[in-house]
């Protein structure tokens, strides 16, 4: 996680923290991430937690609370207080390097805000070319 926050560490320097995004099965995750690298001095906003009985999606309760959520995480994404991205993106599903809908949504969100993008795991190779374009930066192969 060293080079992780030393990644960070310039763009945030300026003021502004980091918003962690990624896949809700990787919450737990993303709350050590930000414990760690505030011990790195890089403030973290990372994603709320659900509730497992809201965040069903089947009923429009479930829809209606899935918007609200999106909605404030997104806030996080756009606020001028965030410096930029982290993305947590772990296997899921088979799925090497994990970014789901939201994920890559709340990426084109950082990047239409001109916000630095950086992603732990690699570029998935479903987004490889628009994440290229959009210089994420791949945290995976920085040493």
Known sequence: MNHVAEA???V???GGRVVL???MAFHEDMSRIA???AGHGIECAKPEALDPEAETGEAPLGREY???VSRIHMDKVMAPSTAAILVANFDKHGIPGYVGPNTFAEIAVAFSQNKPIFLLNGLPDIYADELSAW???DLKVVT
């Open 8 to 10: 960070l560490k310039p």
């Open 12 to 14: 945030v320097q300026a």
């Open 21 to 23: 995004c990624g896949s």
């Open 35 to 37: 414990a760690t690298l």
């Open 66 to 68: 899935k918007r609200k």
């Open 135 to 137: 210089e994420a930066v």
